[in-house]
């Protein structure tokens, strides 16, 4: 048996904040639970809903020494869905109403977070081979156990995997400070280890001290070594290159399932949607107020709204978009001024345009269902989650060739009878709008050709049964 125990930030159901907590929920479930024992553990912040938190079980407490203080660390436990799930106990560090708050209170937090994971393994009965760390909130796990933690021998030949599931955060700090607050030697903090441009980053130290170091499509790991994505550290992956893999992320097939959902107005499957999918369009347009319209093409969003999410594309064409044959449908938060630029474009359209400006799971399982079409022109995305589930639901995706979304979107050719979305390979707004026109062309006038596409995009696979066993093929090689 392998143990394999994963570190992170956040996790569902407990605490999510995006992408990362669906990984760490979804994945461990789908390993082969014959070789393989997979374990999660995770802070317990006050905001996880209390009913999690009737089910943890007290396990132990111990206090750790974090440089020069000393600090409580309680661990308790429960089971959820087959998954055993640790949680680090610190009132003082996981207080508030967010798993998150300012940079400079995270960077000691998740120093104490990553020291007393380490100092919590003794007491688990469960030493395990592999911990497989997710973004920066972990990035010292790799270096504490190089550290401090080399002198016991219950450490000795436990791996480390660094998994970036966005590069753009990276958790940086003026050098002296996290000096002060890990304990570690100035040894460390050298530009080939922690230093980065005179500040301390924890990935930076995560990357290079890891085994192996992955990203969550095969895009993105290329990608990433370039200066424009690589986010100042490029020229670290390109050292790292050996190590590093793209493994695409994989989609809960059983929680998005248009022939299950409770949460859609009709289910449906791959064989009935050209009768059932329709109902999903009307319950929306009725429930949102628009115009009730079979035939209108229905385009969704569902995103936080930020200039990574290609945003500014939309800003600078949507007045086009929002052509007369149209419905654009967004949901999601971000910066003001798209949460603006919705509202106006609601107001000025009221009929054919709808601003949902915050975040509902359930209005969100609706878009899905309901919509022809689903916008993602991302300046860059990691992996994306929204095109596979549009993907499941029958919804083409229109999408950027970038990341993770050049990886599962295949671009409609019109001459090989082939592809499951549109796509364009540019960051720009008007090649962005002739892909959208040239979708409605295909919705509007051929009619099989779009079913077509509907049905080899449902005939896609993307569970984690995929990805997991790229996870263990890479378990393997390091064990």
Known sequence: MKNILFVASECVPFVKTGGLADVVGSLPKYFNKKEYDVRVMIPKYACIPQEWKDKMQYKTHFYMDLAWRSQYVGILEMEYEGVHFYFIDNEFYFAG?????????????????CKAALSAMPSLDFRPD???????????????????????SFYHGIKTIMTIHNLKFQGIWDKQKVIDITGLNEYYFTSDKLEAYGDANYLKGGIV????????????????????????????????????????????????????????????????????????????????????????????IVSRLTDQKGFDLIDYVIEEICAEDTQLVVLGTGEERYENLFRHFEWKYHGRVSANIFYSNERSHKIYAACDAFLMPSLFEPCGLSQLMSLRYGTVPIVRETGGLKDTVEPYNEYEGKGTGFS?????????????????????????????????????????????????????ELI
């Not at 708050?101 to 000691?108: A, L, R, V």
């Not at 592999?130 to 016991?152: A, E, M, R």
């Not at 109902?279 to 429930?287: D, W, Y």
């Open 209 to 300: 001290y890891a085994d192996m170091v992955t990203t969550v499509s095969d895009s993105y790991a290329e990608e990433i070594k370039m200066p424009f994505y690589g986010e100042h550290l490029d020229g670290l992956m390109r050292a790292r290159s050996n190590c590093l893999r793209g493994i695409v992320n994989g989609l809960d097939y059983d929680e998005y399932n248009p022939e299950t959902d409770p949460l859609i107005y009709a289910n449906y499957n791959a064989k009935t949607f050209r009768k059932e999918k329709i109902k999903n369009k009307r319950g929306l347009q009725k429930e949102l107020g628009l115009d009730q319209n079979d035939k209108t093409f229905m385009i969704g």
């Open 97 to 113: 109403f967010h798993p998150y708050g300012n940079i400079y209170e995270d960077i000691e937090k998740f120093a104490f977070f």
């Open 424 to 476: 364009f390979a540019n960051y720009n707004a008007h090649e962005m709008l002739a892909t959208i026109r040239y979708a409605k062309d295909v919705y509007y006038n051929r009619k099989r050709e779009w079913n077509k596409i509907i049905d080899r995009g449902m005939a896609m696979d993307f569970s984690w049964n995929h990805s997991a066993k790229k996870y263990e093929d890479m378990y393997n």
């Open 130 to 152: 592999i911990i497989h760390c997710h973004d920066w909130q972990t990035g010292l796990i790799p270096v504490y156990i190089k550290d401090s933690f080399n002198d016991n």
